[in-house]
């Protein structure tokens, strides 16, 4: 007598076998998408344009904030301090100043600079104005020219609360009001690069978004029979989040390219700009790989999370029963 079959039958499976699947389904998710993308070359193509314009210009901004701020960053620090002391101090005891603040770590060097010597300067650089036959005598003080050790805004600041307490001085002058509006102005253009770079951030989201939207559509019969045979949202959305991720990968080597390019284009104008200000160095933009990880990253991430948020959108709406 035939036995009887028993049907179908359930076995669990082990976690190796599960993380097997898994790991299988993301390799063969990540290459159907990109064949499905290679499948429409041109409006892929279009896309990837698209989202290379849209990185680029924050790209090139950041490169040559970048770029500036390492140029200026001998600028943004403080420079000197001069103290003028007080009428009734006599030469040798602005000398003796002199060495005590030599002897302080904070202090790199001081010079003594007496008001006869100041005087002579003075009329040197204003010559043929004849200062001296509109001045009766010297007005000028004896000084002390302070170099810090730590150019730095932080502690130039806390250097010169030190030296408002040296009773044989009348005023300190530190010339520090260039150096904030020169951190103002890169603030303000940081900012400003940051706010572009959102707003194109947001219009790459916007557009992989919408042409994932597109291929949900296409594929709304074949996400619906998959629905019916037991596929979850999570099981759905993986090939449309690779699609996205590919987009963005695709998108940022467009930007890096472009970005590239204008480096070359600007190489020229720079070497004669750097002719022109022999004092000044204006090399050509250089990409480092910082920037290259983040504009990666920020495509990246950009394409992903547009492409969830259009599968999260229209996903709901296709209901299999």
Known sequence: MPKKSSGASRRKLSLKEKRSAWLY????????????????????????????????????????????????????????????????????EALELVESLQSRDEIKSANYISKDKAWQDMQQRFAGQQISQLV??????????????????????????????????????????WVERLNAWLLVVKQTVWVIACLLGFTVLLVVGNTIRLNIEAHREEITVSKLVGATDAFVRRGFLYMGFWYGLLGAIGAWIVVFICALILQQPL???????????????????????????????????????????????????
């Open 25 to 92: 389904h993301h390799r063969q998710m990540a290459v159907s998408s990109i064949k499905q993308i290679m499948h429409k070359p041109l409006s892929s193509a279009l896309t990837w344009m698209v989202i290379a314009i849209s990185l680029s210009l924050p790209s090139l901004l950041f490169v040559a904030l970048d770029n500036i701020t390492q140029k200026t960053e001998n600028l943004q620090k403080g420079g000197h301090i001069t103290l003028f002391l007080q009428p009734y101090v006599s030469e040798v």
């Open 136 to 177: 009766n005598q010297n007005p000028l003080p004896s000084a002390i020219e302070v170099i810090p050790t730590n150019d730095d805004l932080e502690s130039i600041e806390r250097l010169q609360l030190v030296l408002e307490n040296l009773g044989v001085v009348s005023e300190i002058l530190v010339d520090m009001a």
């Open 271 to 321: 070497q004669m700009l750097e002719q022109n200000y022999g004092g000044m160095s204006f090399s050509v933009m250089q990409w480092n790989i910082r920037g290259t990880f983040y504009l990666l990253a920020g495509s990246i991430f950009c394409g992903m999370f547009g492409a969830w948020l259009a599968v999260w959108r229209h996903l709901r709406d296709i209901n299999p029963t």
